[in-house]
């Protein structure tokens, strides 16, 4: 009686009694669906750490910020390591979703309402609950998850070792020969060249062009300054001392230093003043 009238609300959707199989199935399903909420989350915070962050794991001497410095040597490893274990975890959880409706549920008669369920509603929980939501987390709270999940992601990155390892190097196989494939064979000389037949007059703007290209071949002794032969000025300088320097030396930028020569402060820049 009680599966008739739910087949005349669901229109030709027969509810079955729930077995113990489906409950063990769906209990192990949110369970995946959980670290699958925590390896998202990691990605996002792992890569998200700035500078000031990153400086202070190097200061920490915790077990966990070594763990996450140790992680972040090799980012690569780490990405792959992520994603396997991410879409493994995602997987499972869409087979043990889909075990436990079709246990609980017959769409026999309605099939296009069991793929709407089994297809896209299983995919929106597994896209907000295990993608969006944690991801959001992890961007303001990067140090705190990649802490919690730095072992997760060390133990992942161990399971599934010959997999990240097959996957870095076939990228770095792929990228090195784009990068073969990419890359100039065009000599400085033949861009002179060339850049000459297309300019009809010297301008200004070809100029600027032949300075790019010969700009690879200047050595740092073509434009270095001698150290007798620099000009900078003393931090105790007075004003009116200063501008003479910056009128007869015509520099925009000249070195501070401070007692001695060798005891550089900073740039001044000609504007300011």
Do not use: C, W
């Not at 729930?18 to 670290?35: D, E, G, Q």
């Amino acid at each position: 009686m009680e599966t008739d009238f739910l087949y005349s609300i669901f229109g030709g959707i027969v509810v079955h009694s729930i077995t113990l199989p489906a409950i063990v199935a769906f209990v192990i399903s949110l369970i995946l669906l959980s670290i699958s909420a925590l390896i998202s989350a990691s990605e996002v915070a792992f890569f998200s750490l700035d500078p000031q962050t990153m400086n202070e794991l190097e200061e920490s001497e915790t077990k966990k910020d070594k763990n996450i410095l140790r992680l972040l040597k090799a980012p690569q490893r780490l990405l792959a390591g992520i994603l396997i274990g991410n879409n493994f975890v995602n997987v499972a959880v869409i087979l043990l979703l889909t075990f436990t409706t079709t246990r609980i549920f017959d769409f026999t008669n309605s099939p296009v309402v069991g793929f709407v369920f089994q297809t896209i509603v299983i995919t929106f929980i597994l896209l907000l609950i295990g993608e969006i939501i944690p991801k959001v987390y992890a961007t303001q709270f990067s140090r705190k998850i990649a802490g919690a999940t730095s072992g997760m992601l060390s133990l992942l990155e161990k399971m599934f070792s010959p997999l990240v390892s097959l996957l870095v190097n076939s990228t770095s196989i792929v990228n090195n020969k784009l990068s073969k494939h990419n890359r100039s064979n065009i000599s400085m000389d033949e861009l002179s060249h060339a850049l000459e037949l297309t300019s009809n007059s010297k301008d200004e703007d070809t100029e600027i062009l032949e300075g790019i290209i010969k700009f690879g071949n200047i050595q740092v002794v073509d434009i270095m300054t001698s150290r007798v032969d620099m000009v900078d000025v003393d931090l105790k300088l007075n004003y009116r001392q200063l501008l003479d320097v910056i009128i007869k030396s015509g520099y925009s930028r000249i070195p501070v230093y401070s007692g001695t020569r060798d005891n550089i402060k900073g740039l001044l820049y000609s504007k300011d003043l």
